[in-house]
T-cell receptor
Framework: GAVVSQHPSWVICKSGTSVKIECRSL??????MFWYRQFPKQSLMLMAT?????????EQGVEKDKFLINHASLTLSTLTVTSAHPEDSSFYIC????????????FGPGTRLTVL | GNSVTQMEGPVTLSEEAFLTINCTYT??????LFWYVQYPGEGLQLLLK?????DKGSNKGFEATYRKETTSFHLEKGSVQVSDSAVYFC??????????????FGTGTLLAVQP
C-alpha cells in the first residue's frame, strides 16, 4: 500500500528555536498533502492543505507565519514551526493523497514535538 | 459547523467479545463518513467508509452503517481479537469523500483487547 513517512518521530527543542518536520510519500506521488495537529485526548485538527508547487491553504486560526509549509516536490512536504514556544508542543501528523487513489488520504506516523 | 462525537475510551474487552464504538455527527449537506484505525507506532489507516445514507462499510470483520435519521455511524465487530487493539477514529468529509475534501475527526477511542 501507499506509505507515508515522517521525520523525526519525536523532537525536543528550546523555546525560541525553529523545528522542521518532513513528510514523505515513499512509493507514490502526492499531489496534495495535509498537516494535522493533535492534542492529548483530542481530535486531529487540520492545520493546512498544500498542493505541490502551490502555496498552502491554512485553516482559520492557524498562523501561517508561524507554521511554514513547503510542498516543493511530489514526494516531500515540510512543516517548520518557527520560534517555537511550549504551547506549540503537540503531535503533528501529515497525510498525502495522489496518484494511488485520489479518494483516500494516507497518513504518516506522526511527530511528537516538545518545546521546553 | 460540522463535527464528530465518538465515545470516550478506553474500551477494554476480552477476546471474542462483541464491539460497538459509537459515533454521531453534525453536518450540513451529505457528508461521507469514515472509520480510521491507528495501531501502536503507525499512521492512521482507513478501515472503512460510507458515502451515502444506508450504505454499509465493511472491512476485516468491522462494519458501520450510515444512518442519516440518527446521524450515526457506529462501528461494530462481532468477535474482537487481540490484534484489534488500537485507537479508532470516526471522521467525516463534507464532500464526496475525495482526498481534497477536509476530514473532521472525532477524538479517537482506544480499544484494548485482552486474551
Amino acid at each position: 500500500g501507499a506509505v507515508v513517512s515522517q521525520h523525526p518521530s519525536w523532537v525536543i527543542c528550546k523555546s525560541g528555536t525553529s523545528v522542521k518536520i518532513e513528510c514523505r510519500s515513499l512509493d507514490f506521488q502526492a499531489t496534495t498533502m495535509f498537516w494535522y495537529r493533535q492534542f492529548p485526548k483530542q481530535s486531529l485538527m487540520l492545520m493546512a492543505t498544500s498542493n505541490e508547487g502551490s502555496k498552502a491553504t491554512y485553516e482559520q486560526g492557524v498562523e501561517k507565519d508561524k507554521f511554514l509549509i513547503n510542498h516543493a516536490s511530489l514526494t516531500l512536504s515540510t512543516l517548520t514551526v518557527t520560534s517555537a514556544h511550549p504551547e506549540d508542543s503537540s503531535f503533528y501528523i501529515c497525510s498525502a493523497s495522489g496518484q494511488v487513489d485520489y479518494n483516500e488520504q494516507f497518513f504518516g506516523p506522526g511527530t511528537r514535538l516538545t518545546v521546553l | 459547523g460540522n463535527s464528530v462525537t465518538q465515545m470516550e475510551g478506553p474500551v477494554t474487552l476480552s477476546e471474542e467479545a462483541f464491539l460497538t464504538i459509537n459515533c454521531t455527527y453534525t453536518a450540513t449537506g451529505y457528508p461521507s463518513l469514515f472509520w480510521y484505525v491507528q495501531y501502536p507506532g503507525e499512521g492512521l489507516q482507513l478501515l472503512l467508509k460510507a458515502t451515502k445514507a444506508d450504505d454499509k462499510g465493511s472491512n476485516k470483520g468491522f462494519e458501520a452503517t450510515y444512518r442519516k435519521e440518527t446521524t450515526s455511524f457506529h462501528l461494530e465487530k462481532g468477535s474482537v481479537q487481540v490484534s484489534d487493539s488500537a485507537v479508532y477514529f470516526c471522521a467525516l468529509s463534507d464532500g464526496y469523500g475525495g482526498a481534497t475534501n477536509k476530514l473532521i475527526f472525532g477524538t479517537g477511542t482506544l480499544l484494548a483487547v485482552q486474551p
